[in-house]
């Protein structure tokens, strides 16, 4: 049974020795904070998205489309009526949440991935790990309880199934191949400060741990500068693949026996394709306006999708996710589960590990006092009925 709720009355008692929390208690408190705080070329990287970032803005604006339906006196309210777990790929988790995963997480916490993986099992949800940490599989792996690998699938396969095999190894539950990226969305935010971390050696530890990777080299990266300057060359010419289609879902099936979802699909066609290659789940995300600007609130894509493909595949949700209710609205609307990203990221830069829990904290406790609040006591009793459309 869950009491992720239990964190208000933490609050409240605290509130009575005089104590309020260190933290903003919402995603635009703690994005406000991070802005005022962090440096400005970390907040860029994690606040910035494509061009215009309207698209940024229509993941939040489709949420207004839709209000819930609460229904009361069920009892869901009760102390232990409620439980909020899931089964999502195989993994079992204590609310149906996973962290997005986020690149480059050193720019915030030098243990960046490490931090994350700590709480995340300490709290019984998942994490979604970056191919682009600051940290390697393996150490992140480590610190992780019940977690999936985001592959950026480069442009040689031998590569891509090194960082496969070595997830698995380390303990990955499945593979999320992000498909949205074969390269960089045109982002003002950081081009107005010429910062791309990966030039700078950040976010490529996977990378210049991987035998493979080492293999194009012609000096170990650690040895001089000119031999970290080649490896950061090497990989800009290997981190992007513009040849990738949905039958090599069919290859990655080959390299690993763990569940395949392929995260950043809007367009209905493109779920049935992937899925019809075999994926077995499909995350419905724009990476949070990164991409393309213009491109449609991920909410709005969500339904289609799951009307297409729902039947057959897991559907999940990313982008835009900042309240308990969001939560509710998605997996109303046909979604397994969801990933929730920049709140902690900049929970992260503010306060490390307090700060990545703080914020995942704010999220539960909002989704199940939301949830006790509205008559449910399972997830499974979210749907179509529980929702109120406005388009
Ligand atoms: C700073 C930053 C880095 C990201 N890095 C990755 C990444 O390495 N791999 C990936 O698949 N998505 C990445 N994403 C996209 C997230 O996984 C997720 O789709 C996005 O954050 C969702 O939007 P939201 O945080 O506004 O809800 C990144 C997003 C941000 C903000």
Request: hydrophobic share 45%.
């Amino acid at each position: 049974m869950s009491s992720f709720v239990d964190f208000q009355n933490e609050i409240y008692l605290q509130g009575l020795a005089g104590v309020v929390p260190a933290l903003p208690m919402t995603a635009a408190g703690l994005e406000q904070r991070a802005r005022e705080v962090l440096e400005p070329a970390a907040f860029a990287y994690v606040f910035g998205s494509a061009s215009a970032e309207r698209t940024a803005h229509a993941n939040l604006a489709a949420f207004e489309k839709y209000r819930l339906l609460p229904r009361v006196w069920r009892g869901a309210t009760a102390p232990g009526a409620r439980d909020l777990s899931v089964e999502v790929l195989g993994t079992r988790l204590a609310a149906p949440i996973l962290t997005a995963p986020i690149g480059v997480l050193g720019l915030l916490h030098e243990q960046g991935e490490t931090v994350v993986a700590d709480v995340t099992r300490e709290l019984g949800i998942g994490m979604v790990l970056s191919t682009a940490a600051s940290s390697t599989i393996e150490d992140a792996g480590a610190a992780a309880g019940d977690w999936w690998y985001q592959l950026y699938w480069p442009n040689d396969n031998e590569l891509a199934r090194s960082f496969v095999e070595r997830a698995e190894k380390a303990g990955a539950k499945a593979i999320v191949v992000t498909a949205d990226t074969p390269s960089l969305g045109w982002r003002p935010r950081d081009l107005a400060l010429g910062h791309l971390p990966f030039l700078h050696g950040k976010g490529i530890a996977n990378y210049l741990s991987d035998p493979v990777f080492r293999a194009k080299l012609a000096a170990a990266p650690e040895e001089s500068e000119d031999a970290m300057r080649a490896a950061i060359l090497t990989w800009v010419g290997t981190f992007g693949n513009h040849s990738l289609r949905p039958a090599d879902i069919a290859k990655l099936r080959d390299w690993t026996e763990l569940p395949i979802a392929v995260k950043g699909v809007l367009h209905p066609d493109d779920a049935r394709q992937v899925v019809d290659a075999g994926a077995d789940a499909v995350i419905v995300s724009n990476h949070g306006g990164r991409q393309v600007d213009g491109a449609v609130g991920a909410l709005d894509a969500l339904p289609t999708i799951v009307a297409t493909v729902g039947d057959r595949a897991d559907v999940l949700f990313d982008s835009g996710i900042r309240t308990g209710s969001d939560v509710m609205i998605a997996l109303s609307l046909g979604a397994k589960a969801v990933l929730y990203g920049r709140p902690w990221a900049y929970g992260l830069g503010l306060a490390g590990r307090d700060g990545v829990k703080h914020a995942l904290r704010c999220l539960l406790a909002d989704f199940d006092a939301a949830m006790g609040l509205s008559g449910c006591t399972a997830v499974t009793e979210l749907s179509r009925t529980m929702i109120s459309s406005f388009r």
